[in-house]
Structure formats: structure tokens, C-alpha cells
């Protein structure tokens, strides 16, 4: 019930003001004139033991003394006094609680202390929700509730924001009160001691009155639920981000490069494309992608068509546009013909389309309507100057008429003054988002493109690669664990190589050697030329030290080197231990790529996966993305494609292109193998070598998290999203024998999912959906087949077929709320496998997987004419209530079987 507690917060009937004075100037004073002369519908119980009365309101000396019980306390006294008020508000049975009061975490160790006070008093009242400390407080102006020491109430919108500076939002409400923006929420949660940017997109989400999330992060401290609470929403409702600090000298401890490469930033900035985010990195810019995103025009690339009555403003946009990665869009012959014959001989055929400084109100809106026809054309800016023959009001207007017949997205900018006043109110009135320069403009659209983008990205369905393993995981992790991680810290060379192999990573095999006969023998056995490195657990950059030495060809080559390496590496590291060196095969990289791909555990985040450019200038040019286990094939493509050297990995000038379809399978292999071992703290592989052929790793590197090895892990504590829940895969026999594999759902199920459902009558959606559902497109079939397996576990029945092929003839899906407590259950049955007992099977697999999870209830609805599932239900010992309208109520309480 945490998130459905946050009501308590946000639609108060009774507040309390805990510590409140009779000082005007003061936090109390403030907040209390703001809730009774804001025009709150509620009742505002002051509370101080030592005031009768507050600016004429009677006062109360504690909450217990209340004549009601507030929904909501707000603590505003010293920090010493907090944690014995929240016990008291815990006490009194307030679920809701503000504190103001600053003096915590924020200002060093004792406020620390302080704080974890507060945690222990809250954590004895589980139905308490804490906003705070140190903040601001929060505004709702659809209730009119300024619970802030805010001096400004913004008006109401659709837009939630939420911020941990408390500083910057009396900055943000200032600013959105002479721009008349408004907002549905407005809430600074500080600390966030207790509730989190996750929990507020949990709730917001849920809210109709908002429309977009914005964010200002400085740091995020629940990364998972934050992770969960953002993908479930972010679809639907747009959350803009803005992340502070984020140039913090992080990397200096690295033990590996990816662990230098992996920057804080560059972490965060992986966290917010995974999540669907859309990221601005100038806060000035926030409020104008937000206004941008909500006339829900989104744009299906960032291919952009200008339209100007002025040369300057075109070549100013067009600057813009192409300096930040966008795309001017050749017009189609067919658009540059409908131009020609509707323009003056003079405009400037070609994009910007210029239709001249005499242009009217019609040519303006004919010449953006053509444009926008073309098929190329994904958005379009409409960019106006005051001249002699220009009508700014009139233009906005036909413009306004003219985007009724569209559904692209419009942006305008009519440069000026008060001349352009009444145009610009026309154009926002009609949906339309005008910015005050060309830039702006540009720079919304461009993190809006980013956006689409990034969500086409997310939900674009994956080809399957299969994947399998030599050996059991579980058997050679506890072969690991026990007999190879605890050798050291760092894991040599040769050890760290060999759980990349046994991860089917084909790798080069180093063998030591002690003295330089035995570097002679090694050699020859292995056939010239070879590879020689320093054998040392405390040099892990080889490289650095003159530690690697290549195209070894003869034994004289090898004594030399081996001599010279050892006396140079023992000069440059003398502290260093060095146990000789290693001997390798020299592999053919003429045709090959370097590039680095590793893990790193960050602190936050959890584990991370790198690739990008690799060798030793690897943390020189950071061609680098990141990207979070696990991973699919389309994600592994796209980390690859986002390479600045990924057209030399397609073949560049003649050369032939490399084996990427190995490559991606040499990264899903890495997405396992960093999923099943939270001990690993960092790992690279660098270089990886990628030729025409093969995907080879030259040189591995083991960070092991020794903290780990005495204290387990939580099963996936350390990924920030819950991997493929392959525990839960069953094989089952139908009642007439049938061998059917239960299964969690998967991205590439796409294919066969839509064939289910193809296959189903109109009856049978209709009992599982309740309406003429339409799923006949990838949007839609994307919803139900990439799904969070922390929130949600959709189960298919696959079957495989006479021909050898494999479909789907069921799935059963169960749907968590916010604080997964309850979940939902939904069940469809191909009409061919009706009456074979497989929804009894699905329904009773699905009870069994709710019930391990901890879920308190599981509640499902039908219509009466679905005798069948009804008969499941009932066999199941579900409660059963037949409705008024036809419906059917059934739910099961799993808290006491």
C-alpha cells in the first residue's frame, strides 16, 4: 500500500502544521498563510506546546491532541526534534509526513545520525509515507494546496515536477509564473530519506490530471524501483530528465579501463535511455521540450523541413539543427513541384523553403502544408519576421487551421515583439509550440526526436540468437566461487580468460613461464610467432609499464625480450611482484578491430556492460556505450551501431566487413556471464579482436568484489532490472497428453504472439480483453511482449508443432500494482486448444508463481457467458460475484493459504 499511502500527501483533508510560529517571515508562517489564504479546502490544525493561538487559529501542543486525525503532519521544527515527532505522528495514525526541517544528512556525519533516527522511527509504522527531509514541501494547485514556504502558487497544468532542490524550485515557480505554465504537482522531496523520484512516477503516473514528468536528479538512491517506475510509465506519459553534477571525478580509483570508461555520467546517461527517458542537459531548455512534448505530436525521426519569409532565420535554424545531429531533409520531386507551382519563381527552392518577405497569411500555411505531405518530412518549423507586408496574427491563424489536417508535429517562431503577441496566443491555443528564437526550437525538437527515437529503439522487436553453453552455469559458478575467486583480488590473466572461454568467448591461451628456457620451449610448441606479456598479479595495464611484447618470431627473440621485459617492468614497478611471464599465440589482426568490452559494478546502478573502441587508447577517445544486462540482439546491435568506428566494423573503403553477428552474440554471452556472477566487479576484455571471420579476446582482466565471497549476494541484487526469469520455464501434459513448455514471454515472441491472437475468434478476445481489441501492430504487440518481470509475468503455453516448428497456443499474464501486493490476472486460449484443460494449467502455474512472489491477492474479471474460466476459478477456490452489468468479479486472498 506504499504508493496508494502517498494519498495521504496529496489529497490531504486535514494538514497539520507541526512547529509552526507566529513569526510571518518564518517557514511556518509562510506555509500556514499559504494553505489558509490559498484558498485550501480542507481543515489546518496548527501544532506548538508553547502558542494559545497562531495569527488568531487556535493552536494544539501535540498531534495526539488533535480533535481529528490529520492525513498529512508537516515538521518544521529543529532537526534535534524530528524523530520523536514522527514517532509521535506514527502513533497518533498519520500516514503522511513533510518534514522541512533541514539539518540531516546534508550537513555531515551527526546530521547523518540524525537521519538514520528518523528511519528508525518510520520503519516502526509501515503505512507511514516521509517527503523529506530538508525540502521544500509541495504544491497541488488543482486543490489549491501550497504546503510549501513557496511564495508563489504556479497555476494548474498536467505537468509533475519533481525536484531534490528545494533552492531551484522557488527559482522554477518563479520563472513559471511569468510564463503562465502550470502544473498538476509540484513537489521537492530533498532527502528523499523515504519517498523517491521512483515512487512519485509510480503515483503520478497513475494520475489522469498529469500528462508529463519532469526531473531534476542529483543523485537517484533506489535505482531499481526508480528503473521499474520509469519504464511503466514512460510510454505513456514523457518524463523529462535534468541530472546535475556531471563532471565528478569518479574514475580515479579504476582498476580497469572499463572501470575508467564508465564514467558517473555516462552510467546515468545509460540509465535514462534504457528507461525511455528523454534527457536535457541545459535546464533553460526543460520547460520548452516539455511544452513540446505535450501537444503529443511526436515525431517518427529527426528529419525536419523549414519554412521562413527571411534567408537569416533559415540559415540560423538550419545551423542549429545540423550541429546538434539532425536532418535537413531533401524535399521529394513530387513536394518540389507542388512548390514551384504554387510559389513566386524567386523562393529559394529548396529546404528552408523561403517564401519571401511578401508572403501572405495563405502562402505561408499552403507552403507548410505541402511540405508536410511529403513523406520524408517528419516535422516541420514554421519561422516568421516582422516586415512591411507581414500579417504575424493572421498567419498564426491560418496556421492553426491548416494543422488541424495533420497529425506531424508544428513548431513555430515568430521573431519580435509586441507585434507578434496576439499571433503567439493564437498559435499555443491551437496546440502549437512557439519558441522565442530558432535554437529553441531546434533544441526541443531535437531532444524530442531523441525521444521518439529512443522509444522506437527500446520496443523494437529483437531477432533471436540462440544462445547455449558448454557447461551447466550453476555447477561452473560454484566452481568459480570456490576454487578461483578467492586466489586474489585480481584475477591473472590466464584465470580470468578461462571463465570468458567457458562463457563460449573464444580467447587466445596464455601459459607462464618462469625462466627464459622455459619461455623458449612454450614458444616452439605453440609455433611462431607468439605474443609474450609480464606475468605479475600487481601490474594489471601491462602496457603501461612495457609489459607486452608482439611478433615474437625466434628463440632468440624470445630470450632477448624475455630479459628485458622483466629488468624494465621491475625498474618501472620495483614494489611489484613478478612471477616471469606469459606466452601466448601471436593472433593475425591485419584484418581485424580492436575494441574493449567489459562490466563494471557501479555503486548505484548495480553491474554495467561496455563496448567501444579499444587498445591501449581506449580511455583516450572513449568511443564508448554502455547499456545494462541483460541484453537482447537488438540492444547489443544498438550499442554497436553507436559506435563512431562502427563503419569500420561494416567495412570501410573496400575493406571486408567483420563478423558483427558474432560480436553480438560475443556480447549477449557477456550480458549472461555479468547476470549470473554479482562477485565480478569489473571485467574487460581488451582487445577484442573482431575480423572478417571470428570474435577472439587477446587479453581478459577479473575484478573480484572479495566482500561478496563471505557475504552472498541477493539472487540479481546487483542488475538493475530483473533478468529473464529462466527458473520458471516447465514442461506440462495437456489432458490428452499433449507435451506443452510454460514459459515467461519474451521481446522475440512477437511473431508467434500475434499468431495467437490471429488465431483466436472474436469471442475469445473479447472474454480476455472485454472489447474489439485491435492488436494487429507492432505498437501494440510490443506492450504485452516486452514487459518488466519485476512488475509484470505474462506465462505462454508453446507447442511445438508437426513440421517442427514452435507456436503459442495460450498465455496467462499477471500484472502488478505500484507496490505489488495485488496483481491482476488475465488468461486467453487459442480456440484449437479449448477444452484441454490448458487454462486450468496457466491459470493454477500462475497462482503458483503470484504466491512465491509474496502477492497478498489476485484478482481477475470475466463476463457470464465465460462458463469455462468461471468453472477454472471455482477449482481454484477463487470468490466469485456475478455483477449487475454482466461482469464477473473474481479474486483469490493469498495471504491466508
Not at 148 to 177: E, N, R
Amino acid at each position: 500500500m506504499a504508493i496508494k499511502k502517498l494519498d495521504s500527501i496529496f489529497r490531504p483533508k486535514r494538514i497539520a502544521l507541526v512547529g509552526v510560529s507566529n513569526n510571518p517571515d518564518s517557514v511556518g508562517g509562510i506555509t500556514l498563510r499559504n494553505l489558509v489564504g490559498g484558498g485550501f479546502n480542507g481543515v489546518v490544525y496548527p501544532v506548538n506546546p508553547r502558542r494559545e493561538a497562531v495569527f488568531g487559529i487556535p493552536c494544539y501542543p501535540d498531534v495526539k491532541s488533535l480533535p481529528k486525525t490529520p492525513d498529512l503532519a508537516v515538521i518544521m521544527t529543529v532537526a534535534e526534534a524530528v524523530p520523536q515527532l514522527v514517532q509521535d505522528c506514527g502513533e497518533a495514525g498519520i500516514h503522511g509526513v513533510i518534514i522541512m526541517s533541514a539539518g540531516f544528512k546534508e550537513a555531515g556525519e551527526a546530521g547523518k545520525k540524525l537521519e538514520e533516527q528518523v528511519k528508525a522511527e518510520k520503519a516502526k509504522f509501515p503505512d507511514m509515507r516521509i517527503v523529506g527531509p530538508n525540502c521544500l514541501g509541495i504544491l497541488v494547485p488543482g486543490l489549491n494546496m501550497n504546503v510549501s514556504f513557496a511564495q508563489t502558487m504556479p497555476k494548474k497544468g498536467h505537468v509533475a515536477f519533481i525536484s531534490q532542490s528545494g533552492a531551484l524550485c522557488t527559482s522554477v515557480l518563479d520563472w513559471a509564473y511569468e510564463s503562465n505554465i502550470g502544473f498538476s504537482n509540484f513537489v521537492s522531496i530533498g532527502n528523499s530519506m523515504d519517498v523517491s523520484f521512483g515512487d512519485l512516477i509510480d503515483y503520478f503516473g497513475q494520475d489522469p490530471n498529469t500528462k508529463s514528468i519532469v526531473l531534476y536528479v542529483e543523485s537517484i538512491a533506489n535505482a531499481r524501483a526508480f528503473m521499474s517506475a520509469a519504464r511503466a510509465f514512460s510510454r505513456e506519459k514523457p518524463i523529462i530528465v535534468y541530472k546535475s553534477g556531471r563532471y565528478p571525478e569518479s574514475a580515479a580509483a579504476a582498476a580497469s579501463h572499463t572501470g575508467a570508461m564508465a564514467s558517473e555520467d555516462s552510467v546515468y546517461d545509460a540509465v535514462f535511455r534504457r528507461a525511455g527517458l528523454a534527457r536535457v542537459f541545459e535546464f533553460g531548455n526543460i520547460f520548452d521540450f516539455t511544452d513540446l512534448v505535450g501537444r503529443k505530436r511526436i515525431p517518427k525521426g529527426n528529419r525536419l523541413a523549414i519554412v521562413t519569409n527571411a534567408g537569416g532565420p533559415g540559415v540560423m535554424a538550419t545551423d542549429s539543427l545540423l550541429s546538434m545531429g539532425g536532418s535537413l531533409v531533401k524535399l521529394s520531386e513530387e513536394t518540389m513541384q507542388k512548390l514551384n507551382d504554387y510559389l513566386p519563381s524567386f523562393w529559394s527552392h529548396g529546404n528552408p523553403v523561403d517564401v519571401l518577405g511578401d508572403a501572405t497569411p495563405e502562402r505561408f500555411a499552403r507552403a507548410a502544408e505541402i511540405v508536410l505531405e511529403d513523406k520524408e518530412v517528419d516535422s516541420v518549423l514554421v519561422l516568421l519576421t516582422p516586415q512591411a507586408m507581414t500579417d504575424p496574427t493572421a498567419t498564426a491563424q491560418a496556421i492553426a487551421t491548416m494543422s488541424k489536417n495533420t497529425t506531424k508535429s508544428i513548431m513555430t517562431s515568430w521573431l519580435g515583439g509586441a507585434a507578434m503577441h496576439e499571433g503567439i496566443h493564437i498559435l499555443n491555443q491551437n496546440g502549437i509550440s512557439n519558441y522565442p528564437a530558432p535554437e529553441q526550437a531546434i533544441r526541443a525538437f531535437m531532444t524530442l526526436s531523441d525521444y521518439s527515437e529512443n522509444q522506437q529503439i527500446l520496443y523494437e522487436t529483437p531477432r533471436e540468437v540462440p544462445v547455449s553453453f558448454q557447461y551447466d552455469r550453476n555447477e561452473l559458478r560454484q566452481k568459480y566461487l570456490t576454487q578461483v575467486f578467492p586466489k586474489a583480488k585480481v584475477l591473472n590473466e590466464d584465470d580470468s580468460k578461462m571463465l570468458v572461454n567457458d562463457y563460449g568467448i573464444d580467447t587466445t591461451h596464455p601459459t607462464p613461464a618462469t625462466t627464459e628456457d622455459e619461455a623458449v620451449k612454450i614458444a616452439e610448441e605453440k609455433g611462431y610467432p607468439v605474443v609474450l606479456k609480464i606475468y605479475s598479479p600487481d601490474i594489471i595495464h601491462k602496457s603501461d609499464v612495457g609489459g607486452v611484447a608482439l611478433n615474437i618470431e625466434n628463440e632468440e627473440m624470445v630470450r632477448a625480450t624475455f630479459r628485458n621485459m622483466v629488468k624494465t617492468v621491475a625498474e618501472k614497478r620495483p614494489e611489484a611482484r613478478i612471477d616471469g611471464i606469459t606466452v601466448q599465440k601471436m593472433v593475425d589482426t591485419r584484418d581485424g578491430i580492436e575494441l574493449i568490452v567489459g562490466t563494471k559494478k557501479d555503486p548505484v546502478f548495480g553491474t554495467v556492460m561496455l563496448v567501444g573502441m579499444g587498445g591501449t587508447t581506449a580511455e583516450l577517445f572513449k568511443d564508448q556505450r554502455l547499456e545494462f544486462p541483460p541484453l537482447n540482439e537488438h540492444l547489443a546491435r544498438q550499442m554497436l551501431r553507436s559506435l563512431k568506428i562502427y563503419p569500420l566494423l561494416k567495412g570501410w573503403r573496400g575493406d571486408a566487413p567483420k563478423n558483427i553477428d558474432k560480436l553480438i552474440e560475443v556480447l549477449i554471452r557477456m550480458s549472461y556471464l555479468a547476470a549470473d556472477y554479482p562477485e565480478i566487479e569489473e571485467l574487460d576484455i581488451n582487445p577484442l579482436i573482431v575480423t572478417p571471420n571470428d570474435v577472439i579476446a587477446l587479453d581478459a582482466r577479473i575484478v573480484v568484489d572479495e566482500e561478496l565471497l563471505t557475504t552472498p549476494a541477493k539472487e540479481y541484487s546487483h542488475l538493475i532490472m530483473r533478468p529473464y526469469p529462466e527458473s520458471l520455464i516447465k514442461e506440462a501434459i495437456l489432458r490428452d497428453g499433449t507435451p506443452v513448455t510454460l514459459r515467461p514471454i519474451r521481446p522475440e515472441d512477437e511473431p508467434m504472439w500475434l499468431e495467437l491472437l490471429g488465431s483466436c475468434s472474436k469471442e475469445s478476445i473479447y472474454h480476455r480483453f472485454r472489447y474489439d481489441f485491435y492488436f494487429d501492430s507492432h505498437e501494440v504487440a510490443s506492450q504485452f511482449c516486452f514487459i518488466d518481470y519485476d512488475r509484470e509475468i505474462a506465462i505462454v503455453a508453446e507447442h511445438e508443432k508437426e513440421n517442427g516448428k514452435n507456436e503459442l497456443i495460450g498465455v496467462g499474464r499477471l500484472i502488478a500494482d505500484p507496490d505489488v501486493e495485488i496483481m491482476e490476472y488475465a488468461v486467453l486460449i487459442t480456440d484449437k486448444w479449448q477444452k484441454k484443460e490448458l487454462g486450468f494449467t496457466l491459470t493454477s502455474y500462475c497462482l503458483e508463481i503470484a504466491k512465491s512472489r509474496g502477492i497478498k491477492k489476485l484478482a481477475a474479471e470475466t463476463t457470464r457467458d465465460n462458463k469455462p474460466m468461471i468453472s477454472v476459478f471455482r477449482k481454484l477456490n477463487f470468490k466469485i460475484r456475478f455483477n449487475e452489468d454482466t461482469t464477473v468479479t473474481v479474486n483469490k486472498d493469498l495471504e491466508q493459504e
